[in-house]
């Protein structure tokens, strides 16, 4: 019965306290007539009073914020003995206040819910208080709540109900044996008000982990125990929902893996940084939250945030030391995920972080022809800048005028151009980019490489060319175009195939 016991020792240790408290107090009061004044006043604001709440002496002063604090959480007492009692003569119960505190700081954070249930209905008996006509708040909570810290109760409670509510615990919570089952009357408010503010809060409710709230026999969110509940699970359900309010909640329990990874692989951090929420984020990293951490493919949080686009968690994110040159399994890297969804912003940052521009992933890709591929002007720009190889191919031997031309992208296809890319160049299979082109109904294009003297009668591997592949895909302009070339149409391929039988 340790937890009895430390409980039995600050009360006693609080009561000698909290009457010399009082006896310090009332003998300046009696040395000053306004002091009283003062605190009555200090008292309403402290606690969101409406004015005239108080009456201007000790006697009703402690009596209206008796329900306010306990030998575990006597933090009103304290700033009160801080503010009023600071002197040269008082400051001894000010400092004794203030190590009474961090004792009772100590128990909250090392002794569970769980050891206080076992302990409460027999302490509740000596500090309880008159609980007649309060509203009361019934509370279940999933079962993993039995490790949880009394701080963790104690912050429950703060972010259930509004200030002028949230009176002592010791003094009013119940905790049923048999189950995570509060009860606690409620101090200055109405059954209907406890109603409505809980109401605004279901989403946050549930995420944490109640999954029943009555006001009195009132239901306010009703359901099931769930046996699979983690709080590791409920901070990736929190974090996919946006909420940071249960986020944070779910932190400050100091119970929750913070990296814990779904089927998925990903973590909290990589789950923010896709859904834009810059708010997480910075409720994470100062958490704990591992910025390089890669998912089941390799992903990593920077390499999400550069996919969504996400410029200011970037930022945050290489602040907090993220690694831009991590691969995913096939090789990709935050840099080329940007390029590819033309993320102009993200490219520029990165470059401006001294990064490999002409990396290749393991096929051969890179940023660059990925901008290409799919049109991304400004980043081939960039990138050509930065002395990127335009002529680089991949291990199939396709390059990036290839994959602009077989795209149409025609403003590309001419920056290439000016850039003495050879429009000749052969992939393994015998392609180029004019077939591409010719394929693909590219009319312009085939035009531009046209006027730059390509061969328009080179020929694949298995001797198709660009003329059988227009003809094949019905691109009538594109024939004509190259008909006036004399291009001949009774060429053959090796299965003796031509224009016309496609």
Known sequence: ??????????????????????????????????????????????????????????????????????????????????????????????????????????????????????????????????????????????????????????????????????????????????????????LHCTADSLKEYTQRKLEFLRLIGIFSLYIDDHPVLQGDENANFTFELALLKAVTAGNNQAVEFLLHLKTVNINHTNEEGKTALM???????????????????????????????????????????????????????LRTTNGSNALIIASYQGHYEVVQLFISKKVDCKYQQKDGWNAFMLACENGHTQIVQLLLKEQVDPNVQKKDGVNALMRACASGHTQIVELLLNEKVDPNVQEKGGGNAFMLACQNGHTQIVQLLLNEKVNPNIQEKDGGNAFMLACQNGHTQIVQLLLKEQVDPNVQKKDGMNAFML
């Open 271 to 325: 789950l923010a940084c896709k859904g834009g929420c810059e708010d997480i984020v910075h409720s994470l990293l100062p958490a704990g939250a591992n910025v390089n951490i890669q998912d089941n493919k390799g992903w990593t949080a920077l390499m999400i945030a550069s996919e969504h686009n996400h410029i200011s968690i970037i930022n945050t994110l290489l602040q907090a030391n993220a690694v831009f040159d």
């Open 1 to 186: 019965m340790k937890v009895q016991a430390s409980l039995d020792d600050l009360h006693k240790k609080f009561s000698k306290l909290s009457t010399e408290f009082q006896r310090v107090l009332a003998k300046k009061t009696s040395q000053n007539e306004d002091l009283a004044i003062e605190i009555s006043k200090w008292i309403e604001a402290y606690i969101h009073w409406e004015p005239i709440t108080v009456e201007s002496n000790l006697d009703d002063i402690f009596k209206k914020i008796d329900p306010y604090y306990d030998f575990i959480d006597c933090k009103l007492i304290l700033d009160m003995s801080e503010t009023f009692l600071e002197d040269d003569q008082s400051s001894y119960i000010v400092d004794d206040i203030k190590s009474h505190n961090l004792k009772a700081k100590a128990l909250c954070h090392s002794k569970t819910i769980n050891k206080l249930r076992k302990v409460l209905d027999d302490t509740i008996g000596s500090f309880g208080n008159d609980k007649h006509n309060m509203p009361v708040i019934h509370i279940k909570v999933q079962t993993v709540w039995e490790d949880i810290s009394i701080k963790g109760l104690k912050l429950l409670i703060k972010k259930l109900l509004p200030i002028e509510s949230r009176q002592s615990l010791m003094k009013y919570i119940s905790i049923r044996p048999g189950s995570v089952y509060i009860t606690y009357p409620v």
